[in-house]
């Protein structure tokens, strides 16, 4: 599975950026998708995740109730809203695919299979 992440850049903070990922070679609808982030001297977090259908989603309390990670699977792509973005929210975004089940993810965050490159997100103060 291939991921090509896009949908970075710059905004001010309280302004939105949606960021896509675009899968390929592999069976998208069967894949839980997520969205993770890491900025500079920081650890890799979890920021976002769905199941296979769309119905289940999983986000930290940093980002909950400002970003929204939806998916098309006619289309193989996973989308992340992030709405009201707070200069803390700069980080290489990047998307990830996991063949394993919902449960196992929700408590695993690190169980993803297949990553996609950065995309760098800048929100300035």
């Known amino acids: 599975v291939q991921l090509q992440a896009s949908g970075g850049g710059l905004v001010q903070a309280g302004g939105s950026l949606r960021l896509s990922c675009a899968a390929s070679g592999g069976t998208f609808s069967k894949l839980i998708m997520g969205w993770f982030r890491q900025a500079p001297g920081k650890e890799r977090e979890r920021v976002a995740a769905i199941a296979w259908k769309g119905i289940s989603t999983y986000y930290p309390d940093s980002v909950k109730g400002r970003f929204t990670i939806s998916r098309d699977n006619a289309k193989n792509t996973v989308y992340l809203q992030m709405n009201s973005l707070k200069p803390e929210d700069t980080a290489v975004y990047y998307c990830?695919?996991?063949?394993?089940?919902?449960?196992?993810?929700?408590?695993?965050?690190?169980?993803?299979?297949?990553w996609g490159q950065g995309t760098l997100v800048t929100v300035s103060s």
């Open positions: 990830a695919a996991s063949n394993s089940r919902w449960t196992i993810i929700l408590t695993n965050s690190e169980y993803y299979d297949y």
